[in-house]
């Protein structure tokens, strides 16, 4: 019992020991530090951001940074380039330890337990030669004018190199070019004298294409412009011809419309005055039938002994009908006078509108029917009534013609005596046997009215003397001449007998 608790312990003690000497041997590598662990075998086991176990005094621990190391580049003295010029460069490099495992190896074996600054000298020196190689390989102006060529160069130049040790390059960066004849420097001014030429060349095309541009520009400005204003014009004139359009209509319908208006009226006036012709014509023949009847009655008046009151009504009745008549005939030729004119009107008004023109000649020439038949109806009725009025007048006797010749002798004595009124002085100087001049002036009325007397026995074959003497005394007491009436030629008169005579009547 004693020798299995004594194994146990044993055993246990030495899981514990084994235990003690794990944990002592693990280790945890960071990621920018590699861990070398050699010992039992040849080839020794690399750790990075891992963990591992290294066996206690059978395998050692080595670190090998894995962070970058930055080294600056310059050329000890000047280097001469490919066209012979002498310069010196400046660059900054940054470098690494490989993480690769064949370069890590070449690394551990060169650089394990070195420091930084070791390695960096190291890989300086490789940096620089491999400068001084390129330099001479390349001109100046190309060096200057494309660096990231340089820097290509160089380092495709070192990584074989720096390879060998498990070194590699991060970046190369040339940071400048020196030389001491300011050959750079001339080149920058030649340069820059290229630049400003180029610069003003590009200044001059670019004003060039800004000033035709700008022409350009300006002349599309002034196509859309004149393009725009020719749009406006056309518009403007076509609202022009569409108001035009639309006024001619509107003209057109007005004109359109007056006509018809004026139609209308004229055929309402036709009708007027047709209806008005016929109340004339109608007018005229109930006139020309109540003087018809009227002369009948004073025909039969005449008969009755009253036949002189009939004859005077009888001439007033002519002179009225012959101032009606003429009243009519120029109230006829002033319509007539009046409708040329219209017409003439119509027709000037007709020739600026076709439709007008027709229908207000229609118009003119029915008011002219109408008119010209008013008229012919108007002659008609009148020839007519101065055919009654010839039959009434060749119905007068000697008589009737005696008593109209007697009513107008007043006017006639008037007439010849108006010089004499007239008088408003009058200076009478002698007098011609024995008569003095008053007597001479006044005795002339009596002479002129036996001289009318004469004239009118002459014209008409009537005695005017022996009718106005016949209701005299001596007529009808010493001569007994009596007024029984007028035949054909002469005037009928009785005288008494003479003494010695017998008592016959005198024609």
């Known amino acids: 019992m004693e020798g299995l608790a004594c194994i146990a312990i044993g055993i246990l003690i030495a899981i514990i020991a084994i235990i003690i000497i794990f944990a002592s041997g693990y280790v945890k590598a960071p990621p920018d530090m590699a861990f070398i662990i050699s010992g039992i075998k040849k080839k020794p086991r690399f750790a990075i951001a891992k963990a591992t176990i290294k066996i206690p005094f059978f395998e050692r621990l080595d670190k090998l940074t894995l962070k970058l190391i930055p080294i600056d580049v310059k050329t000890s003295n000047a280097v001469p380039t490919a066209d012979y010029i002498n310069i010196n460069v400046d660059a900054t490099v940054n470098v690494k330890v490989s ?13 394990l337990n070195r420091p930084t600054e070791y390695i960096a000298g ?13 330099v001479g390989k390349m001109k100046l102006e190309e060096m200057v004018s494309d660096r990231q060529k340089f820097a290509n160069l160089v380092k495709e130049n070192a990584e074989p190199d720096l390879a060998a040790m498990g070194l590699d390059i991060i970046s190369f960066n040339v940071q400048n070019f020196v030389d001491g004849n300011e050959v750079i420097e001339n080149l920058g001014i030649d340069n820059i004298v290229k630049i400003k030429k180029a610069a003003a060349i590009a200044r001059a095309e670019s004003e060039r294409d800004i000033k035709v541009a700008q022409a350009a520009a300006d002349k599309e400005s002034n196509d859309a412009k004149v393009a725009a204003e020719t ?22 319908k007005k004109a359109m419309a007056d ?11 036709k009708s007027i005055e047709i209806s008005t012709a016929n109340a004339d014509i109608a007018r005229q023949e109930r006139e020309i039938e109540l003087k018809q009847k009227e002369v009948a009655v004073k025909e039969q008046a005449l008969e009755a002994e009253i036949k002189k009151q009939a004859e005077a009504d009888k001439y007033a009745a002519q002179q009225k009908a012959d101032a009606a008549l003429y009243q009519r005939q120029k109230e006829a030729e002033a319509k007539q006078f009046e409708a040329q004119r219209e017409a003439e009107a119509r027709k000037a008004q007709a020739e600026a509108d076709r439709f007008a023109k027709e229908q ?29 009025k010839a039959e009434a007048y060749s119905k007068y006797n000697k008589a009737a013609v005696a008593e109209m010749m007697i009513k107008v002798l007043p006017d006639i004595a008037g007439k010849v005596a108006e010089p004499l009124g007239q008088i408003d002085k009058i200076t009478i100087i002698g007098g011609d046997g024995g008569n003095n001049g008053v007597e001479q002036v006044a005795g002339n009325v009596p ?3 036996a001289k009318v007397f004469e004239s009118m026995k002459q014209a008409t074959g009537i005695d005017m003397a022996n009718i106005i003497n016949a209701e005299s005394y001596d007529a009808k007491v010493n001569r007994n001449v009596n ?17 010695d005579a017998p008592s016959t009547p005198a024609e």
């Open 231 to 252: 749009e406006i014009a056309k518009k403007q004139n076509e609202l022009a011809i569409k108001k035009s359009e639309l006024q001619m209509e509107a003209d057109t």
């Open 447 to 449: 002479v002129v009215m």
């Open 259 to 269: 006509a018809a208006y004026d139609i209308q009226r004229e055929e309402q006036r």
């Open 483 to 499: 007024l029984t009436g007028l035949d054909d030629i002469n005037l009928v008169v009785k005288e008494a007998p003479k003494a």
């Open 360 to 388: 207000e000649a229609a118009g003119i020439r029915a008011v002219g029917e109408a008119e010209a038949s008013a008229i012919a109806a108007k002659g008609l009725a009148e020839a007519e009534a101065m055919e009654k």
């Open 122 to 134: 190291v890989a300086r020196e490789v940096l620089e030669g491999n400068v001084r190689e390129i």
């Open 99 to 111: 993480s690769e495992p064949d370069k890590l190896q070449l690394a551990a074996e060169n650089f």
